[in-house]
């Protein structure tokens, strides 16, 4: 399997920054596309890889939406399918993109309306069949 992000190395005299793994929503907007949502799967410095509903073009100019972070420009570095590399204008901070993250997961015990309902209760009788009080082989309760 090819890696995508191959493609675009680096100068010799440029270092990749280090990239953290993350699982984050959020969104894209570009003249071309308008705005959708994207999943970011990992994030550095000055960039996102993630993957969308659309293919996006190397070079494209995108405003990236980011959990905890004003929208902030970008440039399309790498293309694969709809799987993407985007270079930040700004710094990404991500101790910002894990708080805020984190403010938007909601546990199950937080939902005050949760409640048990039974199950209902329906007769299946029909009118003109008899009921039979009990069924060779049935081991159900007599009625």
Do not use: Y
């Amino acid at each position: 399997m090819s890696n995508p992000e191959a493609n675009a190395s680096p100068a010799p005299d440029e270092k990749r920054q280090p990239r953290q793994s993350r699982l984050v929503k959020a969104a894209l907007a570009c003249q071309r596309l308008g705005q959708f949502d994207v999943t970011i799967r990992n994030v550095s410095l000055t960039g996102i890889g993630g993957q969308g509903p659309h293919a996006l073009h190397i070079g494209e100019r995108i405003t990236v939406f980011m959990p905890g972070h004003e929208p902030m420009l970008g440039t399309v570095r790498w293309v694969a399918g709809n799987r993407f590399g985007i270079e930040t204008d700004k710094t990404i901070e991500t101790v910002r993109l894990r708080a805020a993250h984190a403010d938007q997961l909601v546990t199950a015990d937080s939902k005050a309306d949760f409640q048990i309902v039974p199950a209902p209760r329906i007769s299946t009788w029909r009118p003109g069949l008899s009921r039979a009080t009990s069924l060779p082989g049935h081991f159900g309760t007599k009625r």
